[in-house]
Structure formats: C-alpha cells, structure tokens
C-alpha cells in the first residue's frame, strides 16, 4: 500500500512538472465556419454581454457571439503566425491605397468606408494599422 501511494504521488509530480513546462502565450478562439483568430493572454479578461463573449487583453478587444463560436483553447503561438490587430471603429483613421498614397482623414472607420471607392485600403491609427476591402 505504501509503495503504491509513492508510486502515485511521484506520478502525480512528475505529471504536474511536465505541465508547468508549457508557456500558452495565446488565446485561440474557432468560430462556425471554421475562422481561427488568436489574442495573448497577458492581461486578459473575459465578460459575457448580452449573449456576446468580450475578450480584452487592454491592447486589443474581439467579440464574439456565442453561439458563433465552435471551440476555444490555449496555444503557445498563433494559429498562423499574423497576431489580428483590431482598429477601434469609433477613432479618427488615416486611410492609404496599397500604393502607399494618402486618402485622407476620417472621424471613424464607417465614415472612411462610406467615402471610399471600391478597393483594398490601409487604415492607421496611432500604432495600429489594418487593411480592408471595399466591395
């Protein structure tokens, strides 16, 4: 009885040493259909709003529906090596063409869309730079 009880907790040492050996640096969140987008973990908070999971680390914020989601799990790297950067929507935007010319200043994100031609932009704002496509 004694060599079994030594036996298991050395198991069991042993078991939670290897798991301390991994560092999960990300957040992997899977939605429906089959998008896979990651945030880091340093700082991280999550709430639920309204049927709605809001994941904030104070650099960047994702919201997801509930129902939209398939699957979360830590990951020690992101899902394809670009970390998503989110442009906050209600900010002012600098807004590129591809090409690097400058299309103007916008009070927020929707406003710079509606003004926009069809085409694939680069918005900055402060540190963060994003690309979207007008359709």
């Known amino acids: 009885m004694k060599n079994t ?3 298991i907790l050395t198991f069991t040492t042993s078991l ?10 990300y957040l992997v969140f899977t939605t429906q259909d089959g998008t896979e987008k990651a945030i880091t973990v ?3 908070k999550l709430s639920f709003v309204d049927g709605q999971l809001v994941v904030d680390n104070g650099v960047e ?8 989601l398939s699957k979360m799990f830590f ?6 090596g670009i970390v998503e950067t989110v442009i906050n ?5 600098d807004v590129f063409t591809v090409s690097g010319i ?9 406003d710079a869309k ?3 031609q069809r085409g694939v932009y680069v918005l900055k704002q402060g540190k963060t730079t994003s690309k979207i496509a007008i359709k």
């Open 75 to 80: 990951s020690e790297s992101t899902v394809d």
């Open 89 to 93: 929507g209600n900010e002012v935007v």
């Open 5 to 7: 009880l030594i036996l």
């Open 42 to 44: 340093e700082n991280l």
């Open 102 to 110: 400058w299309m103007g200043k916008f009070g927020n994100v929707d």
């Open 61 to 68: 914020s994702q919201t997801y529906s509930l129902t939209s």
């Open 16 to 25: 939670m040493t290897y798991a301390n050996d991994y560092t999960y640096n």
């Open 114 to 116: 509606k003004s926009l």
